[in-house]
Structure formats: C-alpha cells, structure tokens
C-alpha cells in the first residue's frame, strides 16, 4: 500500500505504518479512511442480498427462494443499507474526513471519542452480522410491533442491539461535529464563509443529536418486550403497537434527511466546482439545511396515514411534510441558478451530481404524491412507496456519495483515478438505476405490493425490467470500485488542488494531507466559492 | 505556532489540536451539554410512552401508584438530592485545589448512591415476591391481591385494571435506565478518583469533576421526575 511516491514529504498515510498506528489512531482522516472500508464491506453484503432478491423477484413464481428465506433478505438488505451504509457514509467518511480540513482545524473536537464511533459501529455492525450469520431476521427494516416483539421467529434481539449501538455511534459523530463547527474554525472563517457542506453536516448531526436516542430507547424497548416480556407494545397487555410506529418515525422519518442532508453539502461543492461559480443564494442553501433539519421533526405521521392514526392528525402531518418541500425545492432551485451561464465541465462527480439533481427532484416530487393523504391510501406499502425511497435514497444519496467520493479521492490518497473508467461507471449507473426504479413506480400505481416474491403475472414485465436495470447498475458499480481501487496502485499523483477547487482542503493542504493537516496557520480571507480568487490557480 | 506565543502559554493538560485552553474548555462545555441534550431525548421517549398509557389508563396508575411504597421512595429522593450536594461539594473542593476534599467527597456520593441501590433492590424485591414483574413472574390473581391491599380506604378494587402490566412495564424500564445511569456513573466517578490521586487536577483545571457534577445532577433530575409520576400521581 505504501509504495514511495513522488513526493518524498510526509503524510497522514505514511505517518506510521504498524497495525495499532491505525487501529489506536486518533487522526480524523485516518478514522475517516476507517469508516470507509467498514463501510463498503456493509455495503457489499446489503448489495448482495439485493442482487438474489432481485433475481427471484425477476418472474411471479418462487423459483430460488422460499417466502421465509426472501423475507430475510430484504430486510438484510434495508437493515444494512439503511443503518449501516446510508447513515453513516458520508458524515462517517467524507465528514470525518474533512469538517476539520474545510474549517482549517488541526482535528475534530474530541479525537478519541471520534476512534471510539467507530469502534461502536463496528460493534454494531458486529452484532448485526451475527443476527445474519445465526440465521437472519424477517421483520423487514422497521422492526414494527407486534410482529417483531411477539411473533417473529427469528433474531430480532440481536439485530436490534446492532441498530442500538450503531445509534451512539451517530449521535457522537453528531457531537463531535456541532463542537467542532462551533468552536475549531480558523481565524477568519466566519459562519457565512463555511462550505455549505459544513452547514449539511451540522444540521445533519443536529438530527442525529435529537432523534437517534428516541430510536434506542425504542429498540430497547423492543428488546425488553421480547426477552423480558415487558408489554408496551402488546396489544394483550394493554400495550399499543402504534405507538412503536409513532416512536419509531419520530426518529427514523428525520433519519431520511441524516441521510439525504449530507449528500446536499456535497452537492454544493461538486456543482460549485465544476460550474466555476460561487453557489447562487448561499445563504438560502445554507438555511434550508437548517429548515429541514427542523421542519423534518414533525412530519413523522405521513408513514402512518394508514396506521389508525386520526385523520386530523393525518392532515397536519401532511400540510407539514408539503412544508418540507419548500426547503428543498429551494435548494434545487438555486443548485440549478449556479449551473446557469456556469462553465461547466462534464467530469465524473459532475456527471453523478447532474444525475443527483434529476433523480432526488423525482424522489422528491413522488413524495409529495404520498404525502397527499387520499392518494396515500391507494399507493401505501406499494412498489411506488419503494421506487419513491429509493430514488431518494439510491438516486439521491448513494450518487451523492459517490459524487463525494470520486470528488475528494484525490485529497484523501493522493490519486487521479481514470477518468475516462469512472465516467463510464458513472453513467451506467444513472440508466441502470433508472431502469431499476422506473418500472417500480408503474408497478406500485397499477396496485403491486411490497414485499412479495410471488406475484401476479401482469406484473412480471416491471419486475424483470427491474432486475435487469439492478444487475446492469451492479456492473456500473464494479466499474467504480475498481477504477477507484486500482487508482491506488497505478494512479497519477494527484497534486495539490487537480480541480482548481476553492477551500481551505484544497488551497492550504496537500494531497493527502500532512499528519496535523495544515503545514502553516490558517487564516480565511475569502467568501466561500470565490472562483475569481486567483490563488486557487497557481498550483505549487 | 509561533504566532499563537501570546500569554497562553502551552498547559501540560492542553490537548494538541485545541489552539488554546480557552478554546478546549468551551469546547468540552459544549459538548456535555449537547450530551444532556440528546439523554433527554432518550429518557423523552420513554416520558411520551408514560404520558400516552397514563391517558389511556387512568385507573392502572391510580392502582399502581398506591402500591408503592412511598416512604422509602421519598427517603431514596432525599438520598439523591444528599449524593448532588456532596457532589457539588466535590467541585467546590476541587476549584480550591484540595485533593483530599475531593476524594472524601466523590466517597460520599459513592456511598449515597449504594444507598439508593440498596433500597431501590428492596423494592425490586418486594415487587418480584409480590409477582409483579411482567413477562417475568406476573400473576393475576396476586397482583390483584396486592392492589387490593394497598388501595386507599375509600378505593375498591374489583378487577385488575386494564394496563396494569404497562404501568409496571413503565416502572421497571425507567428506573432501570435511571439505575444503568448511576451504575455508569459510578464507573466515572472511580475512574475520577482515581485520577484525582494521581494528581491530574488543579484549580485551574478539573474539567471531568465539574462535567461528573453536570451529569450526576442530570441523573438526580430524571429521578426527581421518576418520584411524583411513578409513586405520587
């Protein structure tokens, strides 16, 4: 891994070379690396259940699985996509990586309790890949009562302390992050000067800090109601299994915007660079990070339009989740005012943000059709419910990430992957996904519901678009991994700033950076995405 | 860094990455308290479960709450409030640099807490031989049985009351996380301790005795809320 290169200064991956150098490390961008092999292991085994998924799901019989075996591998899937991939990948990786770099801080606030998150969500996912290895769960990713606290065959216990330890591996994140925003910023990097992915990542970890610990004590009570026999949640004890549904929301409806909310700081950055432009209505973008951290909290019912809630309720909460629009439709607004009369440059992370914008506007928009409560009767627990999460979680977030990712792979090993390879990828990925999800949305209008595996054959057309559309995204996702792999090994040094980029981790730190980041102070006299700066021009 | 040679010297107990002693203090301040934060959030749960079910269930409340055992409630809330107070006398005899105030102290508080343990374990007691406990050993007939025995004077009790075993479940599951709390706490206090032996602290710096008080009182206001909605209402 270490091969000389050819620069002979150090940096924070040739500081120390022993196992415990980076097993005991206390170096966010270390521990950001860290998250990142974690991370893509999870995202493997999840992208594998959903590979056999889809192959039996490909006709209307069960040919490969039987209906037990293919109910635990979707929730396999959403379980680790879900808790173990979306969640955590980029304030884990990229916000580990680089909220110290971006606001010219030596580190995170508390370096060692940022090493012990990721000791606790390994521990979880520990426990999670028990609860997989001994068998499985069938509860899908919901763990919804009664079911998962009474009938369940299978290791709800397991898996749900898996989900509970995983939880404080956010909320400390979380904390790290507000802290570090708060009080480690340079000189001269005033809170209207921040990247607007560090204003994402703070509302991000706002989130995580209010509603993770309303998810814990909920699977612990969960856990408590099935070893124990406690009865909150059952209906013979006088329990109410909504209840669990409205706790469980409470957290995990905030918990689409943990996910989703990072994915817009890295938008931001990628669409500033490759537009050559500063950001249109900076401060609207930054504000509306914090609108939807905040709107976010009280939309929780719109999961529940079906549940027994009061249709009092149900309108309240869906007038608020039409709120949620607002923030977000300004976002999209002003991202697609910076491409305007910008100098735009097609390169690989451009191509998956451009995709980002198309797909989570779709997402976003079939939102709104299910938070419309009539229409929500006919189209609840249907394919269009799972094309729509989809192509805001797979089509929005994951091409986010990977926008993030190909976009500071240069800054994190000191690398130029193959462009050329990682367009490639790019774009197959963006048809793959769509011929994925598309169908899914035809199927869910014309009435299929989720989680079946046999199906009526009318269907079969959709569903088989489908498969073909996930394995064709599948080889689009290879493409990436081993353009970005292989980079390591035969890539170009990368210099310090390949993409003429603003930002302190591009103009004021090498690639990869110098073990305490920054070789001299750091001092910010410039407004963020100030691409007339000249400075950022003159590579040294 | 040798722009920042001002009069902030480099502190032994400064941490490298902060710029100054300023900086790491706010910084730790801040973070104990989004900490407090997101534990209100976590016992918040709970709280909302209690509000709905206690809707839902008058009648169980009223039944559970006259069978606890009041006296040794109030006496174990007095024992709190005692373990807080020495707790902040821990801080004040840190702030004054006296090392052995500080350990007599933390004892104290220790020693409170075991207390509380004590009789928080005679009241689990009671209720298991009562069979009381859901899921565990509950039995109808001596639930009833004990209800009826502790009911007020002008209460009859009939018929167990619908939800009695939420009311229960509720009492086991938050003062068991309220108990997990100190069992956690005195784990950081030994950890203190010991450090205060060793002579980690002074005046000018006792961030964990100060932040060990915030969060003993943290747990001390949860069960000051325990008390009146589990054993008064």
């Not at chain 1, 009092?312 to 909460?317: C, D, P």
């Not at chain 2, 069978?67 to 801080?91: D, E, K, P, R």
Request: proline fraction near 4%; charged fraction near 10%; aromatic fraction near 18%.
């Amino acid at each position: 891994m270490n091969e000389p290169t050819s620069k002979p200064k150090p940096n924070y991956l040739t500081s120390g070379n022993t196992v415990s150098s980076w097993l005991l490390t206390v170096d966010h961008k270390r521990i950001g690396l860290m998250y990142l092999l974690g991370m893509t292991f999870f995202f493997l085994i999840g992208a594998t259940a959903a590979a056999l998924f889809r192959f039996e799901l490909a006709t209307h019989d069960a040919n490969v699985f039987a209906n037990d075996t293919y109910n635990r591998l979707f929730t396999m899937h959403g379980i680790i996509m879900v808790f173990f991939f979306l969640i955590p990948a980029v304030p884990g990786v990229l916000g580990n990586f680089l909220v110290p770099l971006m606001i010219g801080a030596k580190d995170v606030a508390f370096p060692r309790l940022n090493l012990a998150s990721w000791y606790i969500y390994m521990l979880g996912g520990t426990f999670t890949l028990a609860a997989i290895l001994l068998g499985g769960i069938d509860t899908g990713w919901t763990f919804y009562t009664p079911y998962s606290s009474v009938y369940a065959d299978s290791n709800v216990i397991l898996a749900g302390s898996g989900v509970f330890i995983t939880g404080f591996s956010s909320i400390l994140t979380g904390l790290n992050f507000i802290v570090t925003i708060h009080k480690m910023r340079a000189p001269g990097m005033t809170w209207m000067r921040l990247p607007l992915f560090i204003w994402a990542q703070y509302a991000t970890s706002i989130i995580n800090i209010l509603g993770t610990p309303v998810i814990a004590i909920t699977l612990l009570l969960v856990v408590f109601e099935r070893s124990l026999g406690f009865g909150i949640f059952d209906p013979q004890k006088g329990g109410d299994p909504v209840l669990y549904q409205h706790l469980f929301w409470f957290y995990s409806h905030p918990a689409v915007y943990i996910m989703i909310l990072p994915g817009f700081g890295v938008v931001s950055e990628v669409l500033a660079c490759f537009s050559r432009k500063r950001i249109y209505g900076y401060e609207f973008v930054a504000f509306s990070s914090l609108a939807i951290a905040a709107i976010g909290f009280f939309v929780w019912g719109h999961h529940m339009f079906t549940s027994s809630q009061s249709e009092y309720a149900g309108l309240i909460f869906s007038i608020l989740t039409y709120l949620v629009g607002i923030p977000t439709a300004i976002k999209i607004f002003n991202w697609v005012a910076t491409l305007y009369k910008g100098s735009i440059l097609l390169s690989a992370p451009m191509i998956y943000t451009l995709g980002f914008i198309g797909l989570f506007l779709v997402g976003g928009l079939t939102g709104l059709f299910l938070a419309t409560m009539a229409l929500n009767v006919h189209l609840h627990d249907t394919y269009f419910v799972v094309a729509h999460f989809h192509y805001v979680m797979v089509g929005g977030m994951m091409m986010a990430w990977l926008a993030g990712l190909h976009f500071w792979w240069p800054k994190m090993l000191g690398k130029m992957y193959n462009e050329f390879w990682a367009r490639v990828g790019a774009v197959i990925i963006f048809f793959g996904f769509n011929f994925t999800f598309y169908p899914q949305f035809i199927a869910g209008y014309m009435g299929m519901p989720r989680r079946y595996h046999v199906y009526d054959i009318e269907y079969q057309p959709f569903q088989m678009l489908s498969t073909v559309g996930a394995y064709f995204m599948g080889v689009g996702l290879i493409i990436c991994f081993v353009t970005l792999v292989s980079s390591i090994f035969k890539g170009k040094p990368a210099g310090k700033n390949p993409w003429k980029a603003t930002g302190l981790e591009w103009n004021q730190a090498d690639s990869p950076p110098d073990q305490h980041n920054f070789t001299s102070p750091v001092k910010v006299d410039v407004e963020a995405y100030d691409y007339t700066d000249e400075r950022i021009y003159q590579d040294t | 860094m040798s722009h920042a040679v001002t009069d902030t010297e480099h502190k032994p107990y400064q941490q490298h990455h902060f710029e100054n002693m300023e900086q790491q203090t706010q910084s730790t301040l801040l973070g104990i308290w989004l900490f407090m934060a997101q534990e209100i959030l976590f016992f918040g749960g709970l709280f909302a479960a209690y509000t709905i079910y206690r809707i839902l269930y008058p009648a169980a409340w009223a039944a559970g709450a006259s069978s606890q055992n009041v006296f040794l409630g109030m006496v174990n809330t007095i024992v709190l409030i005692g373990s807080s107070v020495s707790i902040v006398m821990a801080v004040h005899s840190a702030r004054h640099d006296d090392r052995k105030a500080i350990l007599k102290w933390f004892a104290v508080t220790l020693l409170l807490g075991t207390v509380f343990f004590g009789i928080k374990a005679i009241e689990y007691g009671t209720k298991w031989d009562h069979q009381l406990v859901p899921g565990l050993n509950w039995n109808n007939e001596h639930a009833l049985h004990t209800l009826q025995e502790h009911a007020p004077k002008n209460v009859e009790i009939t018929e167990l009351p619908k939800g009695i075993q939420i009311y229960y479940s509720l009492y086991f599951v938050m003062t068991g996380m309220h108990a997990l709390h100190m069992v956690i706490g005195f784990g950081l206090a030994f950890w203190i301790m010991a450090k205060t032996a060793k002579g980690r602290f002074n005046s000018e710096y006792y961030p964990h005795i100060e932040y060990f008080g915030l969060y003993w009182h943290f747990v001390d206001i949860v069960w000051i809320f325990l008390f009146p909605l589990l054993y008064l209402v």
